[in-house]
């Protein structure tokens, strides 16, 4: 996630950190050219149809309609993700403090706690296909690590051990039916929302969205050149640049917060965010706790 | 759920796969011809008479906005039914842990999540209509699949058997009145999941929209090459085509998004969920796990 | 609720079954002899004075946005009172099945599982105003069913006569606090649900957007065939009938959405929706299952 | 709120109740002073410029955004307001159902009702700013009722007195621990009911959109004549009035609806709800009933 | 946040509190002198190319539907982030009711709801980065306050510290295990509110967005003065700025509203809605009761 202030209009254009820009390169040069050639031949060689804009314009209609939903749809779908994140911090720092309040001896909460960080870790690296072994490993040790992350689903085997534990806890009477119940209600939601990134994670925008999306954008662009001829003058291949920015540009935001657990600089700063509960669950074990991660270069990763 | 990297530009215009082309083709063509015909006759043998682009773009508004509106709530119910099949992941998943968390001894829990996956594969069952006898049967037995299946809701079915077995432990003293709670709670939100599937399955968009927006698509193709006639020279046909694909694409879409439990190419994978599910339940069990569904030719079923 | 697989392209314009072409039969006519009439005069007699078609797209942006904001409103009201019914379905089946799990003798559940369901029919005969004191009587008795229907509130009286029951099993030891707790929440979900339904029934959409609303319509098809005078020849009368049968057709579908539990073509078969309880119930008293409603002449009740 | 039948097609134009040109008017005069001016200098002095109507739109679509946004806005504020009071409506009645089921004494629950009926007046007094305390006096007494509007918040102290009734009753042991828990989330419920009540009262939409949109409005209007001049001919006058009739209409209606608790035409019925919540406590607690709220003039109150 | 009555017209244009004139000042400048260079080199010194409306209106269309996009999204973190705080000012009051229903002792509550409003004020002051230490003081004393901010994360801690009194009294037999798990649920309410808070607090809008727009609104605002050439006339300056001001100012609204927590004009007003809750606290401890803020000056801080 990129964290700067917006710059000034002076230095608006110039930046291409988080921008679309470097994506769509290719094609608003093409767009570009395509314009220059289609104004040259029309001036030069032979006078080429036009396309009225009245005409371009219904199509223009429908085209920011379908690109203004896929983007309401992966900015839903991003803001989703950061709420169901916000859950799991909130779940966490629950979890800790009803093991406080229900009176779980300091080691049995170590042990639990641990376990709660595995299932951050494990979670995270799922959801990035990342390596996560040596986090998980200083909070649970290399064994059980190892363990956890050779199970088929390491985020949900951590809550079951956790689970296991607390029964554990009940056998020998230090919990009570009540605090099995609450704590049985904080592992279910934590559950839920593990789910909930999955889903997002799992299943991508319907893949016929993408088709007529792009291929409705590349017959707009193509067809852009002839529309332009005598109506903006000079004007044309700049106006055609302009235009493949802007519809080129959203389509190429949506893709990229589309999929929000992915390590791009609009990407969830999931390194962040498991920082903040390792934060919370080290303070309610009250050992040291580790600096908040900072964006390096305007990034937070 | 076609699961695939979006093509690059060039390959983009032959992919036909998840593309809704094949199922409008034949109204593009009659589109072309249309329009051919249109502007043949005009320039051969009788001048035609004319609407104004502008006029067209008062009704493309409207159109625009009816088409976007279906859209927009056959999306929402793709979505829903994705999420409510997670909280079913979920819940799957939490029901199996609290069995553990309450110390179910191994049989019963055995006996109870087998239940759970005949639960899933009976609703998938009766979402997919399709035959699922042998999936119930490789978890509860032959006698028992046949038994669930000759109900009248045989997902409903299994919750009630597991409420029943759940009823005996208790009787015994196995289960506690926490345990009782908790769990009876986790099956309210199976039931509340399965009927959100049942909503969406048996209730589909009010038939009025099918007939104002399908009308309302053919009366706009049938008037835009009148509309075209000398604003956009000799792209007419093609400029036509394109606007039949846009506007008759985004129909199909809708109308395929709009049942999204149907196995076609962009309805919900529900066989890979069930097994995500099935996944899950071994794992609690400790049986050995089967592979995930993958994507065969790009397709997730 | 209309139910049928979407006509052919050839029968669609022949359908007038859940079209809103019969309530605005009248409109059309009149917007075609309007503009008739002015094209005529026009023509023959004195040349009238035109409005651009600019200017009349500058106010047909503006209606379109109306009706698209009426049209989501009503129909966001006709799927939340579906998803009310869907709870519905879900916490009678779910009420049912902790009588069981909370061990409630085959007695008591009968006499609370009757309660149930003249619960759901007095609830819809609220919504539709109609009678069901044969639907009660078939479940309680004639006597319990005149008792409750007068009351002041029928479906809240059932509810109450539950607690009632409830209250008693307790007092005679045969329900535990967790049972009572557990009930008590999903009677208090059920009546949720049933304030939830009274909400959407009692609360139309405000007043003054109906009048704003319909006023501009009218404005904009009185309007129009003054802007059509030169702009589109002789498709003049087919195009203002086409731009009228868009627009009023819009504002008779939502009027129609509005209410989703009236007796119309349109609207929630809550007699299907109800059967499909009354199923559930009688499976969970192990009583015989009359079958599902079906559509009659495509039209589910 | 006002409660009619949509009026034909010929009583339309004049129905002023709940219409808002009563409130426009003057507006609407001067945009029509404004443009015969312009339209009669133009033709008999000098010559105006113009402004083309292709500016206008791209001027009225930004136009129509934002008021299609504050629209949606309101309109969102004016249902949620109705959903919390539904939320109201069906918790009361589930809070006098608990009291039943947990076999509350009937004086104890006489008492309590009592107090519930309190804190429905007092919740509308405070969101209203009209003297409640006639209705108070009559549930709970005269003295009573003084006290409880001397407090700070009079509905939460109405729910405080009712926890502080239940503790006692708790104390004296006619009260279980599970019936405390059930009905301690009960009065949470309600409490969040009139939490959001209060926001929406005292949380108005960010003033800043109040002066966007009326500036633009106004500037809307203002240039308007000059571009109708030669556009729309002898209708120039008819069609400014229609267009501010829109713009400035639909800025009325979201001013009314932005604050649903406000006794106008078009704000939610409070009287006839609380009398609703009272006719269904009196009901549980075995009294007469009172009838519920009639629309005078078409009006509810 | 700004409350006053809507101006009236006449005085509507003069109000500068809470509009983004200010802000935008220099860019409405900026846009009023490149329109009058256009106009006046075209005119006087050599004609310059035009771009034709219909060409703008087709990016107008884009840059609405960007603006429009983000000004929803902006005002959807407003609104979330006020609903947050009206679930804790609901949620403070039913943990104090619930102290009083469980029949917690005086002190005990006394020790207890302080901490609460610490929380509070220690949640305010991390949204805020402001200093709350006297505010804190006020309620724990010097000693305390100090502590809680010296944790990682003061609003937690503050939380933390109720849940371990809680467990105190539990120990030593003043609290049942039911109160305990609704107290404990009340928390895990709190705390979800918090992390709410947070998440709006630490997640701006994608950066990438800001990109976008602004670049977008930049570039229309430059190409526009060519495409009034012509077609406004002597408007143009003032046609150009009026635009500059729609689309900037909407643009500068977005901004403030997307960080709804800074102590801006149009910001959510916290200090007054820690006031209600601290009003609230004072009330259940039956202490004096500090005034409500008032605005000063318009503005409730």
């Known amino acids: 996630m990129i964290v700067r202030t917006p710059p000034s ?14 994506r769509i390169y290719g094609k608003m040069v093409s767009v570009l050219l395509l314009t220059l050639t289609v104004v040259l031949v029309d001036e030069m060689l032979l006078p080429l149809p ?6 371009m314009s219904v199509f223009g ?13 992966a900015y839903d779908r991003w803001w989703e993700a950061r709420k169901l994140w916000g859950g799991l911090i909130a779940d966490t720092r629950s979890f800790a403090r009803q093991l406080e309040l229900f009176a779980v001896s300091p080691d049995d909460r170590f042990a639990l706690l ?4 595995a299932f951050t870790h494990a979670h995270r690296g799922s959801l990035r296909s990342c390596n996560v072994e040596r986090d998980i490993a200083a909070w649970v040790g290399d064994e059980k690590a190892k363990a956890l992350l050779a199970r088929a689903n390491p985020a949900d085997a951590a809550l079951s051990d956790i689970a296991h534990r607390l029964a554990g806890l009940r056998r020998k009477g230090s919990l ?21 990134c999955e889903r997002i994670q799992t299943t991508p925008l319907p893949f016929v969205y993408s088709l007529l999306v792009r291929r409705t954008t590349y017959l707009y ?17 700049v106006f055609a640049v302009v235009v493949a920015y802007v519809f080129f540009g959203l389509q190429a935001v ?3 917060l589309e999929h929000p657990f992915e390590p791009r600089p609009n990407g969830l700063p999931l390194d962040a965010m498991s920082r903040v509960i390792e934060r919370s669950l080290r303070d309610a074990l009250g050992k040291n706790i580790p600096p908040a991660l900072q964006p390096k270069d305007h990034l937070l990763s």
């Open 61 to 73: 209609v429908a085209l920011s309609l379908f690109l203004g939903f896929r983007n309401n749809a």
């Open 50 to 55: 036009r396309i009225s804009l009245a005409a």
């Open 254 to 256: 949506t893709n990229e």
């Open 176 to 196: 009570d039916g009540f605090a099995q119940m609450a704590l049985a209600d904080t592992l279910s939601r934590l559950a839920l929302s593990q789910a909930g």
């Open 9 to 22: 209009a002076l230095r608006l254009f110039f930046i291409m950190q988080g921008s679309v820009v470097p």
């Open 221 to 237: 662009c193509a067809l852009l050149p002839f529309a332009l001829l005598g109506s903006v003058e000079w004007f044309a291949p």
């Open 114 to 117: 641990n376990m709660v960080a």
